[in-house]
Every structure is written in C-alpha cells, then in structure tokens.
C-alpha cells in the first residue's frame, strides 16, 4: 500500500514539473514570449524584497529604505554579494545605534 502511495505522490510531483519543460522544448515561443519570460525573475524578487524593506523596522520604514538604498548602490558597482549584505546590515546597524 505504501509504495503505491509513495509512486502516486512522486507522479503526482514529476508530472507538473516536466510537462512545461517538455511542451517548451518543442515550440518556438514568441520574441515578446520571451522577454516577458525573462522579466519574471526580476519582478518575482522585486516583490519579494521591497515588502521586507518596509516592514524591517513597523514605525521607521526609513531604516529599511536607507538599508536597501545602500545595498542598491553597491550592487550597481557590482561588488560582491557579501560586501553588498554587509553593507547594507551596518548601514542597519548604525542607522538605529545613532537614533537617526
């Protein structure tokens, strides 16, 4: 009975997650297709991460902006992800020590 239950559920996970591959493979998606496509990753994590930024501090949404405002920044200079996580956390940090 288990195993059956356990090869239901293992279709039941492989068949959502390979029909897409699939079906893409075969077609030729549009050029607008695609670009909308290519746009998803950035809008997925835009919505992921500014609704944090806001609520990192309920009463000083500024903290977070400043925060985020840093991390922008560094990221444009494309330094490296730990340099752009730091800086943010000690723009943070400082920030709520100095009571600004």
């Known amino acids: 009975m288990w195993i059956w239950i356990i090869l239901?559920?293992?279709l039941a996970?492989?068949?959502?997650?390979?029909?897409p591959v699939w079906l893409?493979?075969?077609w030729e998606l549009p050029d607008w297709f695609r670009g909308w496509l290519q746009a998803i990753p950035f809008?997925?994590?835009?919505a992921l991460i500014?609704?944090?930024?806001?609520?990192?501090?309920?009463?000083?949404?500024l903290v977070g902006l400043i925060?985020?405002?840093?991390?922008?920044?560094?990221a444009w200079f494309r330094?490296?992800?730990l340099v752009v996580i730091i800086g943010a956390i000690g723009t943070v940090m400082v920030w709520?020590?100095?009571g600004w």
């Open 67 to 74: 925060g985020g405002l840093v991390a922008a920044v560094l």
């Open 8 to 10: 239901g559920m293992a």
């Open 24 to 26: 893409v493979d075969r």
């Open 96 to 98: 709520r020590w100095w």
């Open 43 to 46: 809008a997925a994590l835009g």
């Open 13 to 19: 996970t492989m068949i959502p997650r390979w029909m």
């Open 79 to 81: 330094l490296p992800i």
């Open 50 to 61: 500014f609704p944090g930024i806001l609520s990192v501090e309920p009463r000083e949404p």
